[in-house]
């Protein structure tokens, strides 16, 4: 029985809108986690001046 190798090419297709990463680098998405984990940051700072809404 032969085995049979798959070579997948990845190309970057998009990137990060806030870093600028490319979808390779951050598994397919439009933002990468380190840059959603500093928009919760910045959000729950943000928060705790303040009791009216953002929109």
């Not at 085995?3 to 933002?31: D, L, M, R, W, Y």
Request: net charge positive.
């Amino acid at each position: 029985m032969s085995v049979t190798s798959i070579e997948v090419n990845i190309q970057p297709t998009h990137k990060c809108s806030f870093c600028g990463k490319t979808n390779v680098e951050v598994a397919g998405v439009s933002i990468c986690q380190k840059c959603v984990f500093q928009c919760v940051d910045i959000v729950f700072k943000y928060a705790e001046k303040t009791n009216s809404p953002t929109y």
